[in-house]
Every structure is written in structure tokens, then in C-alpha cells.
């Protein structure tokens, strides 16, 4: 699981907590959850070597993107912008962070484009015309059709996100089969600020999904 969104100490440590794989802070000035730097650096030093700590930015420089590895430690970069493949692939020589490149789906094209971008992951979110005319690039609280997910024939690992919540997920989980899911949205109380509850029961719908599909009835 990756809990995206994140913006402080205490949201940081209680995903790590419960098993998150990484934690994702927004570096893009339009997000409703964007990340300070000072609070970047007090998550990266916290969480280092516990969890994988992920940027996520929308059409950075990149300069800004390998100085933030830098400063900050990142392991992942998220890339929701409209960065093509060679500066994909930069961006990982330079840095050495492995790379997440995102797209928002809206039919079957949108996840087949994806196949161009070599990237260590691919992550696919709900498109929304109208976030899209404020600027925003994921976050929106939306889902896409799962079932587009079927057009993929990449086999760079899927990292599934748009509209997740512990109702929904383990049924997103069964028809996709994803390296991992990505939620902010479902696991807030306010952009930016995590909500212990949805959280744990988001958590939990997890593991129950986990257990349905292992035949030994055991959390994988």
C-alpha cells in the first residue's frame, strides 16, 4: 500500500505503523495536500529505511526533482504530469530513485500509452475533466473503470489509485491485480490529514482481500 498525501510527522508514522510500503508527499503548488519542504524533511528523517519515501510532482524541472532526492532521501519519484520517456528515464539516471510514471484513465488508450514508459512502475488514476480545469492531477476522490485495465500487456508492476476506500478496495483489488493500491483521498478527514479510522479500516480491508485470494486462508 501506498498512503499518498501525506503532509506530517505523525500521518507518516501511523501508515508506517500499519504497513505501509511507501509514503507519498506532493511536491506540485495547486495540490490541496501539497507538502512543505520543512515537513518533507522531518517525514524523510523519521521514516528513512523503514518505508520507501516517494515524491510525487507534476511537470517539475528537472533540477528541482534531483535536488529534492538529494536533500530529502527519496527512493521514488512520482511522475503525474505530462514528462515524457526520455525524461522518465533521466530522471532515474540522475537521481538513482526508482520511478512511478502515472496516467489518468479514461478509456482503454489511456492505459495502452502507458506501455511507452519504461519505468520501474506504472500507476493508473481516474481522470476527471472537471479537476482537470482546476489544475488538479489525481486527488479527485474519483474511480475509473477497473475493468480497462484488462487493455494492459506491460509487465512493468501496476500501482492502482482513483476513488479507493475500504469499501471499495478489495473489489478493485480482485478484478486488477495490482502491485499495489495508492490512497489519499479515502483515508482522510481533511486534504492533507489522515484519518486514523479509515486508515485502520482500510488497512484491513487489505488483508481481508488478501485472504480471500491465497487458498491457505493466510495474509500474504
Given at each position: 500500500?501506498?498512503?499518498?498525501?501525506?503532509?506530517?510527522?505523525?500521518?507518516?508514522?501511523?501508515?508506517?505503523?500499519?504497513?505501509?510500503?511507501?509514503?507519498?508527499?506532493?511536491?506540485?503548488?495547486?495540490?490541496?495536500?501539497?507538502?512543505?519542504?520543512?515537513?518533507?524533511?522531518?517525514?524523510?528523517?523519521?521514516?528513512?529505511?523503514?518505508?520507501?519515501?516517494?515524491?510525487?510532482?507534476?511537470?517539475?524541472?528537472?533540477?528541482?526533482?534531483?535536488?529534492?532526492?538529494?536533500?530529502?532521501?527519496?527512493?521514488?519519484?512520482?511522475?503525474?504530469?505530462?514528462?515524457?520517456?526520455?525524461?522518465?528515464?533521466?530522471?532515474?539516471?540522475?537521481?538513482?530513485?526508482?520511478?512511478?510514471?502515472?496516467?489518468?484513465?479514461?478509456?482503454?488508450?489511456?492505459?495502452?500509452?502507458?506501455?511507452?514508459?519504461?519505468?520501474?512502475?506504472?500507476?493508473?488514476?481516474?481522470?476527471?475533466?472537471?479537476?482537470?480545469?482546476?489544475?488538479?492531477?489525481?486527488?479527485?476522490?474519483?474511480?475509473?473503470?477497473?475493468?480497462?485495465?484488462?487493455?494492459?500487456?506491460?509487465?512493468?508492476?501496476?500501482?492502482?489509485?482513483?476513488?479507493?476506500?475500504?469499501?471499495?478496495?478489495?473489489?478493485?483489488?480482485?478484478?486488477?491485480?495490482?502491485?499495489?493500491?495508492?490512497?489519499?483521498?479515502?483515508?482522510?478527514?481533511?486534504?492533507?490529514h489522515k484519518d486514523p479510522a479509515k486508515l485502520g479500516r482500510?488497512?484491513?480491508?487489505?488483508?481481508?482481500?488478501?485472504?480471500?485470494?491465497?487458498?491457505?486462508?493466510?495474509?500474504?
Amino acid at each position: 500500500m501506498k498512503i499518498c498525501g501525506v503532509t506530517n510527522v505523525a500521518d507518516a508514522e501511523l501508515a508506517s505503523g500499519l504497513g505501509a510500503w511507501a509514503i507519498g508527499m506532493i511536491f506540485y503548488e495547486r495540490s490541496p495536500r501539497r507538502c512543505s519542504q520543512p515537513e518533507a524533511l522531518a517525514i524523510t528523517t523519521a521514516l528513512r529505511r523503514r518505508v520507501e519515501l516517494c515524491g510525487v510532482y507534476v511537470n517539475a524541472t528537472l533540477a528541482q526533482i534531483e535536488l529534492d532526492v538529494d536533500q530529502l532521501g527519496l527512493s521514488l519519484i512520482q511522475l503525474h504530469g505530462d514528462e515524457g520517456p526520455a525524461f522518465c528515464s533521466e530522471v532515474k539516471r540522475r537521481t538513482g530513485a526508482r520511478v512511478i510514471k502515472a496516467a489518468q484513465v479514461a478509456g482503454p488508450g489511456d492505459v495502452r500509452g502507458l506501455e511507452r514508459f519504461h519505468v520501474d512502475f506504472h500507476l493508473l488514476d481516474a481522470r476527471s475533466p472537471a479537476s482537470a480545469r482546476r489544475g488538479m492531477r489525481g486527488g479527485t476522490g474519483e474511480t475509473f473503470d477497473w475493468g480497462l485495465v484488462g487493455a494492459r500487456r506491460s509487465g512493468v508492476p501496476l500501482i492502482l489509485s482513483g476513488g479507493l476506500t475500504a469499501e471499495n478496495v478489495a473489489e478493485a483489488v480482485s478484478i486488477t491485480r495490482p502491485f499495489a493500491v495508492d490512497v489519499a483521498t479515502g483515508t482522510e478527514r481533511a486534504p492533507g490529514h489522515k484519518d486514523p479510522a479509515k486508515l485502520g479500516r482500510f488497512f484491513a480491508a487489505i488483508g481481508g482481500a488478501d485472504r480471500r485470494d491465497d487458498p491457505a486462508g493466510s495474509a500474504t
